[in-house]
Nanobody
Framework: QVQFVELGGGLVQPGGSLRLTCVAS????????MTWYRRTPTKGREFVAR???????SVVDSMKDRVTISRDNAKNTVYLDMNSLKPEDTAVYFC???????WGLGTRVTVSS
């Protein structure tokens, strides 16, 4: 059974940092590109970053200098390191293996003073 569990969200002040973790199971992790998305009530779901099976990465322009995506295939885990967080980064963050339709519960990030 394919499953994604997102961890690491919370309340952080503007300019702060967070590391989000996604633990995947139920499929051959190293054979799939992994993507982080975020969702807000006003903008809906947005692409944040993707890491390919060859470890190339792609990050949305609005976060390009503030986000790093990485993966640990031995742990079936993908990470999203975010810094210089802004209030507009407030969202629920989700990860997914490309091609799957299953979603986890996400992890909420709130950037506020």
């Amino acid at each position: 059974q394919v499953q994604f569990v997102e961890l690491g969200g919370g309340l952080v002040q503007p300019g702060g940092s967070l590391r989000l973790t996604c633990v995947a199971s139920g499929f051959t992790f190293e054979s799939y590109n992994m993507t982080w998305y975020r969702r807000t009530p006003t903008k809906g779901r947005e692409f944040v970053a993707r890491i390919f099976i060859d470890r190339r990465t792609s990050v949305v322009d609005s976060m390009k200098d503030r986000v790093t995506i990485s993966r640990d295939n031995a742990k079936n885990t993908v990470y999203l390191d975010m810094n210089s967080l802004k209030p507009e980064d407030t969202a629920v963050y989700f990860c997914q293996g490309d091609g799957f339709s299953v979603w986890g519960l996400g992890t909420r990030v709130t950037v506020s003073s």
